[in-house]
């Protein structure tokens, strides 16, 4: 690491002479340039092979009570530093994470206040990473945060794919549009949720991706999110250029901050190819190595659950339909008269278990088990729930018993309707019943607005709790998928005990009028940026009227579709989310859902356009075995797969679970085909996909005599 | 108990007739009068020997969202109760309480929307309390009050002891007078505090004393405020109606509620003589009985404490001067340069206990042994104490093993700095660390603005938090004193760990600028009307700038009058708050504090006029020893105690600790007389008291031999 100290000329007429640092990517593609302008305000742009991504934009913030660190800087002193490291990730696509980057650390001072601000740039081959350090210092302690102001300027009116910006919710259909056209777009892309606070005509949220008219693609994140609060990106669609919006808390401030301090990395992934944004592992490598010891515990895993009855109406959370509202430790639920729906009863739980156990799952999850589902949301209720007492007819110990005869975990769920005082006073006793039963993981929910009131889902004091729960969870050994939570920033390299996040629209909205075809080939170029998605795919029966006659809702997917995601959509945890009955009409399709891996020794985008398809081959982890899946949008489209990531010389089935040619995600989703092949390296397939269709591979090492009788493709 | 099922003429033209129920108290002194009027409001009114004391006064809820309950009721049935029992507290100043009422619950239907509201009145010979019930109902589930609409309407112009209503402070000193008189004299009452939030030009807090011009004595408060926001009284001073305002949270809603509920009682004490009013213990009726089984580990304690070196500003509670801020877990102490002021430092400690031991105190408060205090207040800082990570300069075990060879306790100090959620988190783990370290008994604070940002400290969710702390160390044997909490409002009837509050100007405003000289005359009458205060008394050097040359404030107090608190100010946890060296001046003094009891068997108030003068007498607990004291207003004054307390026959050393002549708590505030005197049931004494003065007696029972050659009195 080279410092290098700037010896200041003694010039009272230019004491902010203009003065650029350039870092270059390891591959010298990217490069970035730093400088503070003639008022003293830090400025930086990006460009790739040497056509400019990110114009000159601005840096630093307005605060509160204080003079704003905006201008007035000089540059005191840069540092550089090269790294080029691998490291081993206790789950994820990649068995090893290679992280090579160039550093330039700036060390400003604002002159008329004498506090220091140093802005840390790493420019990776695949984008760049920069986050603001508060330094201590004598003149900065505790500041207060009106607004981050780190500007990303575009360089024309691309197309991107967004969803609006929102204190509260995450789970929008993503809108494919112009710069230009989101202020126009706005209002009917905010579609009605339980708890939600938009901000601005022209405010998205991130991980936001965009492309060029030239085919550049560009993808806007954030990593490392501890203790700050959510980032959005406000457009000046004027000047095309994307400013951060924090998410506020209640008194409308954005950040309380105590230097030393630092904040999230900013990210922008560029490249010319769609699959490198897809491969990136910028947003971990951003984040710190993992702080838990041991992570023997931690076990990806494929479930099923008991939930999508509930979702679709069929059955139902709450116990009884007798009760205006509960109290917890006045109502009495052994005198209530039960309502006949109730999914979570022990002997229906059995039902799941015994079906878990035969198919291979090693997990059912139980919502609706804990007392307080009769008036759960919308009531602002402190006292929500308990997490430790069960329904009546929902029996505790027998269940962990029975589960444990058949090899199979029970899921926990802590839904906090977003009380989180609440969770939080319960929190230490809830994990501990968690122990003390045998529960690995738990699903948590953040349905509804927050408690404390007034606060909203993003802002510092929730990410605080997230975050919160999560290192309280490692100390218990426990796993943890949080729905509703903040959306990730890679900190599952740090607590990697972080196997699942919702923070997006999942699967549950097929059930709540249905979400867009394309919606998958979308997520993985948003959502995913930042860490697994619990999206619950696997639905077999797209019709949810026959579920519940009063749920006209369509699954707007074919099945072969919802194989493919299982591959696509990477996670540690994969639900089998369908109703056991379904899978047993569709056997020989449910087999790949079985058979799919769910740990990995390497990924390989074959190639990938958001919004219109995505094809990812997929090695087992300590296997030669590998998957392959491919999500399709909205218009049929034949995708070819070379099978040269094969190791050479060996054999393999092949197994094609395909949409039939007559298939469509709304006319015909169930219409699917499985054929056989034997391949190799050599091998290639041309496989048409269906509109909101796609297509899932297996493909099995095997002897030559296994594979004789199959047909070579 | 007998019910009446009221039969509703069928008369379209007249369906909320005017029905007026009676109460009366047990010695029939007091009427209750209830009806509903022609629109169906809800009234009451009430007398005192037939002269009115609450005119009509309506009853009621602004809710939000939904109709209010202020009108169009009927009273669907009545009933009535009479109780005469008695209870035996852990603590207090009678060890036997007698709770004698006769009851009324009116059950109403507001006949527009079918809801259901009970209201409860306990009508007792020294008072009145009502509350609102709002039963299991169909039509009322959740709901929240805008503002509870509870009138109590004077009778005229009466003469207040008041304080400004806050939603963040209660430390402010007492201003009297005429109710037409407090819009004046508002503005000047509002001192400047760390955290506060005024509301109305004519908004008061309770409990609220008043007088009328006949001479009756009125007192207003609330008894058993759970899950509740506290409330304040606002005149309109046009009528002389006060009303309900309750505290809001930080969205200005005053409550959140789930029927089945109950509402705090509101209380109305009356009486012609001002005696009355100290020795109510309406307020403790009014609450639940103890719900812990086992409180043998709760214990009455006279302690010192590392303290008022710190508030004078002669030594500090910070550790070092170095850091502008501090980062738990981060910022390292070992390194810290030690500012040389940091009194929780080991050896010290241990001359404190070296003290407490040698002068039969039972506990050692010790403020600042924990790190964080650099930056603890004022910023609003999140997580500004751990409550278990000493300074560097603390030895935890050390000083906990050197405290139990003296046989004294240490007594743990969190301040919370008004961080609730990380007060919260820390919570278990606090208590934990004091179980562990033999501490029995902890005082708590919450300086500044309260976190949650935006919350109020005596909204509905402190209520709560406060109560949660309570509960919790209920759990861990812990008890509880705790600073800038909510008011009392005789919760230490249930939880009987709650051994203190201060929720009041305490002596620490002596050091900073001092209070007025009547102040203590006053506090009995309000302030404890709820339950103890850890007024920390004893103050033996009224120069603050003899400890500290920067501070110029004035203890306006006696010295005499000082000891006196001992006695006039009940509670079971009695600081001796001055420094060893100046007891180590006034030893003879001093003896008094040494000598007094901690808990008694029977208290006797022998005279009292608010803002003037009040004298009690109060028999040691299982024992024939009686303490008298006697505090002054601002005008020189003799009062005479007859002994008749006393048992017939018996002798007794009467030590009288008084204001010498010439004591002023300005001029001349040291000067005191020690006498020794017979005494039996038939003596009387006649003892002047200087303006701000007063004095204390021990009284001993004695072998005639002993007092044989004493003066008789």
């Not at 100290?5 to 591959?27: D, G, K, R, T, Y």
């Not at 494919?176 to 601005?200: C, D, P, V, W, Y």
Request: one cysteine or more; hydrophobic letters at 35%; glycine letters at 6%.
């Amino acid at each position: 690491m080279k410092k290098i100290l700037f010896l200041f000329a003694v010039c009272l007429l230019s004491l902010n002479p203009v003065i650029a640092q350039e870092l270059q990517s390891p591959n010298s593609k990217l490069k970035m340039k730093f400088s503070v302008t003639e008022d003293g305000t830090p400025v930086y742009k990006l460009s790739y092979k040497d056509k400019e991504v990110i114009k000159s934009s601005k840096l630093g913030f307005d605060l509160k009570d204080e003079k704003d660190l905006l201008d007035g800087f000089k540059i005191a002193e840069t540092s550089t530093n090269s790294v080029n490291t691998t490291w081993k990730p206790v789950w994820g696509e990649e068995s090893t994470i290679k992280n090579n980057y160039n550093e330039l650390v700036v060390s400003l001072v604002q002159e008329e206040t004498q506090r220091k601000l140093d802005i840390v740039f790493r420019l990776f081959n695949d984008g760049l990473g920069f986050r603001y350090i508060f330094p201590q210092q004598e003149n900065l302690g505790h500041f207060v945060i009106k607004e981050e102001r780190s500007q990303f300027a575009m360089t024309g009116d691309h197309t991107a794919f967004w969803i609006p910006g929102d204190y509260d919710t995450q789970e929008y259909d993503y809108t494919k549009s112009k710069l230009s056209e989101i202020r126009g777009k706005m209002e009917e892309s905010i579609t009605a949720n339980i708890s939600q606070t938009s901000f601005s005509n022209t405010g998205v949220q991130t991980s936001l991706m965009l492309k060029t008219d030239e085919g550049l693609y560009i993808n806007l994140h954030e990593a490392a999110l501890i203790d700050y609060a959510t980032m959005h990106l406000n457009l000046d669609d004027e000047k095309m250029i994307f400013e951060s919006w924090l998410t506020p808390d209640s008194q409308g401030d954005k950040g309380y901050l105590i230097a030393p301090a630092k904040t999230p990395w900013r990210t922008i992934i560029v490249s010319d190819d769609a699959t490198d944004i897809l491969a990136s592992k910028l947003t971990y490598n951003l984040n710190e190595p993992s702080k838990i010891d041991d992570t023997s515990w931690i076990k990806p895993m494929k479930y099923i659950g008991v939930w999508w009855e509930m979702i679709t109406g069929k059955s139902s959370w709450n116990y009884t339909d007798e009760y205006k509202a509960v109290k917890l430790g006045e109502t009495d639920f052994e005198k209530a008269k039960p309502n006949g729906k109730h999914a979570a009863n022990t002997e229906h739980v059995k039902e799941y278990i015994d079906f878990a156990s035969e198919h291979g799952f090693g997990g059912v999850l139980v919502e609706g088990w804990n007392i307080g589902w009769e008036d759960w949301f919308g009531h602002s209720k402190d006292y929500v729930f308990d997490f430790v007492t069960p329904y009546p007819d929902f029996d505790v110990e027998e269940l962990q018993k029975y589960a444990a005869s058949k090899d199979v975990e029970l899921i926990m769920h802590h839904e906090t309707s977003s009380s989180v005082r609440n969770y939080e006073r319960h929190l230490d006793t809830a994990y501990k019943f968690m122990n003390k039963y045998g529960y690995n993981a738990v699903k948590s929910g953040y349905v509804g607005d927050i408690l404390p009131r007034g606060e909203n889902h993003y802002s510092q004091w929730l990410v605080n709790h997230y975050q919160y729960a999560l290192e309280k969870a490692a100390e218990h050994k426990i796993m943890i998928n949080a729905h509703e939570a903040v959306r990730p920033t890679g900190i599952a390299r740090t607590y990697p005990n972080l196997i699942g996040n919702e923070s997006a629209r999942g699967t549950e909205y097929q059930a709540f009028g249905g979400s867009k075809p394309n919606h998958v080939t979308v997520l993985p170029f948003t959502r995913l940026i930042g860490g697994p998605m619990d999206y619950t795919p696997g639905i077999f029966e797209m019709d949810i009227s026959k579920l519940n006659p009063d749920n006209n809702s369509h699954v707007n997917s074919t099945l072969a579709n919802q194989l493919a995601l299982y591959v696509t959509m990477y996670s540690p945890l994969q639900m089998a989310a369908d109703l056991p009955e379904h899978y047993m009409m569709f056997l020989d399709a449910f087999q790949f859902i079985k058979d799919v891996a769910i740990d990995w020794d390497k990924s390989i985008y074959l190639e990938a356009e958001p919004g219109d398809y995505i094809t990812v081959a997929r090695n087992a982890k300590n296997s030669n075995n590998w998957f392959v899946g491919n999500v399709n949008g909205n218009e049929a489209r034949t995708a070819t797969v070379k099978f040269d990531f094969l190791e050479k010389g060996k054999n393999y089935i092949a197994t094609v679970y395909a949409d039939a040619p007559d298939a469509h995600y709304k006319e015909n989703p169930q219409a699917y085909e499985i054929k056989k092949y034997r391949v190799n390296s050599k091998s290639k397939l041309s496989q048409r996909s269906a509109p909101g269709g796609g297509f899932a591979i297996s493909i099995i090492e095997a002897e030559k005599s296994e594979v004789k009788d199959l047909k070579k493709l």
